[in-house]
């Protein structure tokens, strides 16, 4: 089981970028997905989360709310997470995961992928 994320970079303030995350050994569409963010000298924290197909809402930290957009393509295997109006604060490496449920706890994901790092300059 393998999750590759992908769509990190150096962006300015007020950017968009779009994570990648291809599942291979899993269908994503059968998993809880979720990407977790962790920034220099803090804990990672997750900012969106959603359901299997069987539970497909999506969840948003409120710093999230509003920008972040997770997505699930069950074709291409992929979960997405389109990051509008990009902050400094924003920057961090980005992993996605998966798992049994859709949570906050990172502990409660059974597979990560290798993280992206987003730069935002001010």
């Known amino acids: 089981v393998q999750l590759q994320a992908s769509g990190g970079g150096l962006v300015s303030a007020g950017s968009s970028l779009r994570l990648a995350c291809e599942g291979s050994?899993?269908?994503?569409?059968?998993?809880?997905v979720g990407w977790f963010r962790q920034a220099p000298e803090k804990e990672r924290e997750g900012v969106a989360v959603m359901g299997s197909k069987s539970f497909p809402t999506p969840y948003y930290r409120d710093s999230a709310a509003g920008r972040f957009t997770i997505s699930r393509d069950t074709a291409k295997n992929t979960v997405y997470l389109q990051i509008d109006n990009l902050r400094p604060e924003d920057t961090a490496v980005y992993y996605c995961?998966?798992?049994?449920?859709?949570?906050?706890?990172?502990?409660?994901?059974?597979?990560w992928g290798q993280g992206t790092l987003v730069t935002v300059s001010s």
């Open positions: 995961a998966a798992g049994g449920w859709a949570t906050w706890d990172p502990t409660e994901y059974q597979y």
């Open positions: 050994g899993l269908d994503v569409a059968d998993n809880a």
